[in-house]
């Protein structure tokens, strides 16, 4: 039997940790919000609960983190910048990719970006063509089961 529509839903990661947020929050990410429509016959949107199968917990944290960092920050023009670790970044924007967030994907690579200066002060400009490469080869090695994240 079909459980009722809760207010909470339950991510879960790649490696077993459960989050539990806010739906609203969640939504923010278009496949999220898809499965966990109440009008499809996913049984994400049945349970209340998301399977990512490809995002660990250690990413999926900082996701759901951000989730409500969006959230509470939604109206305001002059948004602080959220912490990003630096040895984050490629994880979290493939992430963001995945979760078909534009908003997520927006919000963070800024961000991510900035991170990635420190380390080696390459700009955003000189940074989208490596970081759509390592994107790109990231994809093929793991369709090769020649990688795993």
Known sequence: MAEVQSRYVTLVSNDGYEFIIRRSAACV???IRRMLDPTSAFSEALKNRVVLENINAIVLEKVCEYFYYN???KDEKE????EIPAELCLELLMAADYLDSELVFLGISGDIADALEQLDGVGLDGLRIPILSL?????VLSEQGSYSA
């Open 29 to 31: 990410s278009g496949v």
């Open 71 to 73: 959230e509470k920050h």
């Open 79 to 82: 948004v602080p910048d959220m």
């Open 135 to 139: 994107m790109k080869l990231h994809s």
